[in-house]
């Protein structure tokens, strides 16, 4: 199969987990702390897999404390998402998210001592105007900022430093021997969120009381496709070029625009997107230049 079509499946995934993601906050669990422990628990399970899966490699302690603290980075962000999609559009949270890429290029350079090219920084303008218009409304106190994204701007940071510690200790090296201590990093975040943080230890107690059968499964089943778009992601970037793969992952935002729209005509109770006319020619000319910031930032590297 062409790497093409792996690089388009995995936005489409990425979206469908999403909505699912939405699914699980509005009608099983209705507090979002609650949320890590159960992430948490799967993370565990697929880094047991992964670990089986790519011939149970064995890493310097350096590597493993470096990948493992990467996946707790990973597992705050999630703390942090969860609550912004329970309060949010899922297809705007999608649209947010894509800011990573300009927190990736700002950390690479001050990290990693990248250079940042004129392209690059006019992909950086593009993106974040995309955020900052899309989060933006008028009231009555003048143009008002979503809250949520004061909260995706921090997942989108803590999620960039995971990629950009990932990277500098990959570097070219077999990047699946790593995935398996990835995971268990993100294991060892939910556990260390449990214990320190009071109200996320309390939702998840309260929500093990009453969370049925099926939404446990439904959890099960969302993070093993996630995990699939994951591995999609990388088999993509294995075969073709790293820079067009990244560019198509930000056809998500148009994926989850319609998923939007479809779902909140179908399934009204649970998905409330704006889908009148003017709202999804603001969305879809958002989405449009932050695809085109993308373009920019990835087409240059």
């Known amino acids: 199969m062409s790497w093409l079509v792996y690089a388009l499946l995995s936005p489409l995934i990425f979206t469908i987990v999403n909505f699912v993601d939405k699914l699980i906050l509005e009608k099983h669990v209705r507090n979002p702390a609650s949320m890590s422990p159960y992430i948490a628990v799967m993370a565990f399970l697929s880094g047991c897999v992964l670990f089986v899966a790519t011939g149970m490699p064995a890493l310097p302690f350096r590597d493993v404390a470096i990948v493992m603290f990467t996946g707790i980075l990973t597992a705050i962000g999630a703390l942090f998402y969860y609550r912004a999609l329970a309060t949010e559009e899922t297809s705007k949270v999608i649209v947010l998210i894509q800011i990573q890429p300009v927190m990736v290029l700002i950390l690479s350079f001050l990290l990693l001592h990248e250079t940042i090219s004129i392209l690059q920084f006019v992909g950086f303008v593009l993106i974040l105007g995309a955020a900052v218009t899309l989060s933006a409304r008028r009231g009555l106190g003048g143009i008002q900022f979503s809250k949520v994204l004061w909260m995706l701007l921090f997942v989108n940071f803590v999620w960039s430093l995971s990629v950009v510690l990932f990277k500098f200790i990959v570097s070219g090296d077999h990047f699946e021997r790593f995935l398996s201590y990835e995971s268990w ?117």
Do not use: M
């Not at 999609?232 to 729209?261: C, D, E, N, R, Y």
């Open 185 to 301: 990093g993100f294991a060892l975040g939910g556990l260390l969120v449990y214990l320190f943080v009071p109200s996320v230890r309390n939702a998840f107690h309260e929500s093990l009381r009453v969370i049925p059968r099926q939404a446990l499964a439904i959890i099960a089943v969302n993070e093993t496709i996630f995990l699939c778009a994951k591995l999609l992601t990388l088999a993509a970037v294995a075969l073709g070029p790293t820079a067009l793969v990244s560019v198509l992952g930000g056809t998500q935002v148009f994926f989850g625009i319609v998923a939007g729209w479809v779902l909140t005509v179908l399934a009204p109770s649970i998905y409330r997107e704006e889908i009148a006319r003017r709202d999804l020619i603001r969305k879809g000319a958002v989405a449009l230049v932050l695809f085109v910031g993308i373009a920019c930032i990835n087409i240059s590297l």
